[in-house]
């Protein structure tokens, strides 16, 4: 008899303590949730969330569904429980496309870096991503993505599923950026909002969108934030091996995969404001873009004039920090400084040679800002329209001076600028000779260059890394 009342007291202060449990577990969860300590508080909605929280696309008031299609006329509103990659998505989508681009690969068999051996071509396709600029068919993307403009055939995927035939009308690999365009009579294309990049702060909301590994996952998006800002990486061409340095660039952890190259990097607003152009393959989550105030310049000119007149200072050089023949010590010891463009050689008529610049002279600033690689130089001249001055600090013989130079102008070169890509890996000359420099950067003597010699240097994938 007393085993089982003992056993009913056991069972009754069992119920008892559980009930307790639960009535101050609840407690406690409302207590948590109103304090905003519970992992649902960070995706839910309230009455006024911030649109990096979530948000809809609405059309702004007098739109008509033939105007629909205008993307300034979109915006990202909080609306339900629409998230902003959803509202990103609606708003950005119609607007990118695919890009397939057919040339002659040639591989060399049997060969030891690429010297000797038997060479063999063959016709070879590549995919990458674009996104229109302009109803009227222009589109931007990279340079690598179109094969720096040595093409047989460029074919453009659209939102729709149709397809449609491309010319190039500017490329610059240095610059990583390319334009094409397509005929766009009939089509009922939506353009792409470009946003600021200047705006642009560490830790903003990004998205990327692409077509990561082919077609077969077209217009895949990913999103993140802006990890970091103004980097700078070492990019190589992995068949020819050329390397140069890219500058200025965004970093993010938006998911980026070979594919994506020439996709748009977008806000919380579905405002563009980088090309997606590097990936790091040796980590996670290290995309890099190109920020879209570098190439609204150029695309604004090309769609208003139909071509680009590109600034020139009017020189042939090479960044001090592009370089492979030379130590940092080597250079200090001869020049007084590791970093700059040494002035190979100047153009005839050209800015700088009217302004006194000389060979051997090594460009430090360009209106105040610092350069040691041509893609920093060139990346600062094409915020300037020929026949403006900068003024440039330059050394020379151990002293700093500065030159004001009137830019000038080169249509025929930058509409279709092409870099033969060659680097032959010598040895340092026991006799330091700068000119070595440029020509084991770039294998040849500059008038024996195609396109524009000087003014640019090589791209790729990352050192370590690739181009997604």
Known sequence: MKKGLSQLVAILLMMAIAFACGFGGNLAANWASNKGLLPESFTRVSAEPQPAESAAVQNTPGNTEETKKDPEQITVNVDGDMTVAEAVAQKVLPSVVGISTKYLYTSYINSFFGWGGNSQSYEATSVGTGFIV?????????????????????????YDGETAEAEVLYTNPT?????????????DLVAAELGDSEEVNIGSYAAAIGNPLGLAFERSMSQGIISGLNRAITVTNESTGGTTTMEGLMQTDATINSGNSGGPLLNSKGLVIGINSA???????????IPINVAKPIVQQIISTGSYNRPLIG???????????????????????????????????GGAEAAGIQKGDIITEVNGTA????????TLLVQYDPGQTVTLT??????????????????????????TEEHAQQAPEDDFDPDDMYEDQYGEEPEQREGRPGEGGFNG?????RRP
């Open 175 to 187: 610059l990583d950026l390319a334009v094409i365009k397509i005929d766009a009579e009939g089509m």
């Open 371 to 378: 350069v040691g690689t041509m893609n920093k130089l060139n």
């Open 279 to 289: 990936k790091a393959s040796n980590g996670e989550g290290m995309g890099f873009a």
């Open 394 to 419: 330059i050394l020379r013989d151990g002293k700093e001076k500065t030159v004001d130079v009137v830019l000038t102008g080169d249509k025929s070169a930058s509409l279709l600028e092409k870099d």
């Open 134 to 158: 302009d109803e009227r068919g222009y589109i931007l993307t990279n340079a690598h993505v179109v094969n720096d403009g040595d093409f047989k055939s460029i074919t453009v995927s659209l």
């Open 315 to 349: 020189i042939t050089g090479i960044g001090l920090e592009d370089q492979t023949s030379y130590t940092e010590e080597q250079l200090k010891d001869y020049f007084g400084t590791a970093t700059g463009i040494y002035v190979y050689s100047l153009t005839e008529g």
């Open 461 to 465: 994938g990352q050192s370590g890394g």
